[in-house]
């Protein structure tokens, strides 16, 4: 067997100019399919939006279904960016679903005017079988299940009751969100926002959540003691 052949100064450069060019048709496609949704995009309106041929599109994706498929991806690289990865720094437990479930807002918020593509697609691909539907789907379960272990998480640490049920806990949070988007964005309401947070509060109270900083306490107490 032989080593792949190292590419030259002058092909490294075009790769990377070609990587550099695709992610920027991408970032183009995203603004665009958030506007008029995934089924809207085409290799046309997106080669007028990036000033670009249609042909030089196309040779980036070689689909409108690649196209689709790759908006989808980026979508949820920077949502997880924005929402998930920066609650790991928060403390295990209630803080950190507090964390998320204050970025998950925020991110719904700035996105009433854009619209979610997450919402969006769904309502698109919800009948339409194929790869679109399928990483749409998947990207959403994926975000869920990571919700889902952030609530058994604080289970485990006490600040929930034992004997609360995560999934079902998870289901009312998402369903929180969707009517954040639906009531601002299609309803144009201004308290929105508070009743989100409101309803997010009433849900910790029915799952049993406790003051954190006493459980820490009790906690600490608890360690203190086993190492006498």
């Given amino acids: ?6 590419p030259t100064a002058s ?14 048709i991408v970032d183009a496609a995203l603004g665009l399919a958030t506007q008029i949704g995934l089924e809207g995009l085409s290799i046309g309106a997106l080669a007028e939006v990036a000033r670009m041929s249609k042909s030089g599109v196309f040779a980036h994706f070689g689909s ?4 689709q498929l790759s908006v989808v991806r980026e979508y949820h690289t ?3 960016a924005e929402v998930f990865f920066p609650i790991l720094e928060a403390e295990r437990g209630l803080p950190r679903l507090r964390q998320l479930f204050a970025n ?14 997450y919402i969006s697609g769904a309502a698109e691909f919800d009948d339409r079988p194929g790869p679109v539907r399928d990483a749409l789907a998947g990207m959403v379960k994926t975000w869920l299940t ?32 969707l009517a954040l988007q639906y009531e601002a964005r299609f309803l144009r309401s201004s308290k929105s926002l508070a009743r989100t947070h409101k309803g997010f509060e009433n ?3 029915r799952y049993g959540a406790k003051d954190v900083a006493s459980n820490i306490q009790t906690s600490a ?5 086993s190492k006498k």
Avoid: Y
Avoid at 104 to 117: P, V, Y
């Fill in 1 to 6: 067997m032989t080593s792949p052949r190292k």
């Fill in 11 to 24: 092909e490294a450069k075009a790769l990377q100019k070609g990587q550099q060019t695709k992610a920027a």
């Fill in 64 to 67: 409108r279904e690649e196209l």
């Fill in 78 to 80: 920077r949502f997880e």
């Fill in 104 to 117: 998950w807002t925020k991110r719904t918020s700035a996105e009433i005017d854009s619209g979610c593509l």
């Fill in 146 to 177: 990571a919700v889902h272990r952030t609530v058994v998480q604080a289970r485990e640490e006490g600040h929930l009751a034992a004997d609360m049920d995560a999934e079902q806990m998870v289901f009312e949070l998402h369903g929180l969100i």
């Fill in 203 to 205: 849900i910790l109270q």
């Fill in 221 to 225: 107490k608890r360690n203190t003691s």
